[in-house]
């Protein structure tokens, strides 16, 4: 790092490291110093530069989606009030908190993510056939072709639904399964229920509105 930031009597991004691995160590009184540092001296925008690098550290240090969630906050509302103490008490949380390697989930995607690394570079994965459905246009020449799109798991109304109905009768979605005749019944009740064969309510125009109040 070539450019010269001073934060009182230390290399500012020295302290910015400091503080990432105080709470990698789980060193809560580090880190409460290395934020009272940067409050102190790093002017203005002291701060956001805190909630930041807090926000940065919990998500790639932290599985914990509370402190996660605590963390964009704490972000979002940076340097809106004089008082810092959530600041402090949100580094403390975080250098308590459950690490991404602490946490079978957290290793089992670690794991994964180097294999996708992988695999990208020894041998590049299809798109698969589920994918293509009508947002896609190879989705849309599967249509002209037979009539019908793979729309299992799409976002679409009867995609939500077929993918529920899988889960119902299988107790499990996976890219295999396939819809069978017993769908189609309750597919219709289901449009029953939403009065599909009427037509949707007139929407109210901005001057409708005017009048009716």
């Known amino acids: 790092m070539s450019r010269v930031w001073q934060v009182g009597a230390y ?26 540092v940067l409050l102190t001296f790093g002017g203005r925008g002291a701060q956001k530069t805190v909630a930041r690098q ?21 972000l979002a509302h940076a340097g809106e009030v004089a008082e810092t103490d959530h600041l402090f008490f949100l ?68 995609g939500r639904f077929k993918t529920a109905y899988l889960f119902r009768r299988d107790g499990v979605i996976s890219e295999s399964s396939q819809i069978d005749a017993e769908f189609w019944p309750t597919w219709e009740e289901r449009q029953h229920l939403q009065a599909d064969d009427l037509p949707d309510p007139k929407p109210v125009t901005d001057d409708e509105q005017t009048r009716l109040w």
Not at 54 to 70: F, G, N, P, Q, S
Not at 133 to 154: A, C
């Open 91 to 158: 580094a403390a949380r975080l250098c308590r908190s459950r690490k991404w390697w602490e946490s079978a989930e957290g290793a089992e995607v670690d794991r994964l993510w180097s294999e996708a690394i992988g695999d990208l570079k020894r041998e590049p994965r299809e798109v698969p056939p589920y994918a293509l459905d009508r947002h896609t246009g190879r989705g849309w020449q599967m249509f002209r072709r037979s009539g019908e799109f793979d729309d299992r798991f799409s976002g679409t109304d009867v």
């Open 11 to 36: 290399d500012g991004w020295e302290v910015l490291s400091a503080l990432r691995k105080a709470i990698v160590l789980a060193d809560v009184r580090s880190a409460l110093y290395w934020v009272h």
């Open 54 to 74: 807090l926000w940065i550290a919990a998500a790639e240090i932290v599985d914990d989606d509370t402190a996660v969630i605590r963390a964009h906050a704490v």
